[in-house]
């Protein structure tokens, strides 16, 4: 009887596999018949149909060469101010690697550099921006993390608290800079495309009275980018329907990315900023650091964690300190380890060197 119910088992499994077999190749053979649709060049099956390559036509090279530098102001009766031009450029990504091509994408930058420049205040500091849309596409800057007035706050999809500005049109923003900390602003239109191909740029206030005094103090904002190496096309990097295969710190791949260099004793900032959509672990060798503030608030002595890895998610900032007391060439890398790739070959992506000179 055990025999005979294995054999009758056995019946049953080979008719379903026929079955099932008979299926999948009725399947196989519709979806043959079926017209498959074309891969946007280079860059595979991960892009939706829909999604246009940012447009590149008359586009020129960036004149700069490194982003988020400070941005000048002029002082008119007590009030900082600034002048910021959303344009596109196109912006080197990577030079050319070892077998790796030299890489440019085609980016929406304020002032030509990605990030866009810094502005660094003090806290209490009137500040105007006069803002100036020189995109083929409509935009506004949002104030990220920062407690401005309701009309200078930027979300202008919906148009909550102005309308967009569109292509030629100027915009005024103002807005007194408290509290001290990390920020950044970046485009509040289309941000699933604006922000991810370059709209976002460091904004650092300054306490009235440092508690503390360190000798280097580096701003790393992070970001993804999906690239077409061959021709320079660019697609905003969205997950799950337009991955990248690029990822950048302050604009730049490694081998780009420039180095930090400190002496031996020295205390050194960094400011993390995740200013894509996607998650970044960021892992320092050689040495520990602390979590000094988030999202631009100082955490209390008492609750500083002592880390190596810290993950930044979209739209967070990091403070962490570190006295260098480990001489020698250190990686401080993402560890998401396709995120250390550039197109899928290794080494690339969100890979820097801090330098300890004894």
């Not at 980016?107 to 995109?135: H, S």
């Not at 660019?234 to 690029?246: D, G, V």
């Not at 302050?250 to 002496?263: E, L, Q, R, S, Y």
Request: aromatic share 8%.
């Amino acid at each position: 009887m055990r025999w005979q119910a294995v054999l009758t088992a056995g019946a049953v499994f080979v008719a379903l596999t026929v079955v099932l077999t008979a299926l999948g190749g009725l399947g196989q053979a519709q979806q043959m018949q079926m017209p498959m649709p074309e891969p946007s060049p280079g860059v595979g099956m991960g892009i939706r149909m829909e999604e246009q390559p940012v447009p590149d036509k008359g586009v020129p090279k960036a004149t700069e060469t490194i982003g988020g530098q400070p941005l000048k102001y002029r002082l008119v009766n007590g009030v900082k101010v600034f002048e910021l031009v959303a344009r596109p450029v196109k912006w080197k990504i990577q030079s050319k690697y070892e077998m790796q091509p030299e890489v440019w994408a085609t980016a929406w930058t304020y002032n030509g550099t990605v990030p866009g420049p810094m502005i660094r205040v003090t806290e209490g500091d009137r500040v105007r921006v006069v803002f100036k849309n020189q995109l083929p596409a409509p935009t506004s800057i949002h104030w990220h993390g920062l407690p401005v007035p309701n009309a200078m706050d930027g979300v202008s999809q919906p148009d909550l608290t102005q309308k967009p500005v569109m292509p030629g049109e100027t915009f005024t923003y103002e807005f007194v800079a408290r509290p001290a900390g990390a920020f950044f602003y970046h485009s509040h239109f289309e941000t699933d495309r604006q922000i991810n191909i370059g709209l976002f740029a460091p904004l650092i206030i300054d306490p009235k009275r440092p508690s503390r005094k360190v000798d280097k103090d580096v701003v790393l904002m992070l970001n993804e980018w999906r690239i077409d190496p061959a021709t320079g096309k660019t697609w905003p990097a969205m997950p799950a329907m337009s991955e990248p295969n690029y990822f950048t710190i302050n604009g730049k791949a490694f081998p780009d990315i420039p180095t930090i260099t400190v002496k031996k004793g020295q205390r050194v900032r960094l400011r993390f900023v995740g200013a894509g959509q996607f998650l970044h672990p960021m892992h320092l060798h050689g040495m520990f650091f602390k979590i000094v503030a988030t999202d631009g608030n100082p955490v209390p002595p008492v609750a500083q964690l002592t880390k190596d890895t810290l993950p930044v998610t979209p739209g967070e900032r990091y403070d962490v300190e570190f006295v260098a007391d480990n001489p020698g060439k250190w990686a401080l890398h993402c560890h998401v380890l396709h995120h250390v790739a550039n197109n899928d070959v290794e080494p690339g992506g969100l890979l820097m060197v801090v330098n300890v000179v004894p």
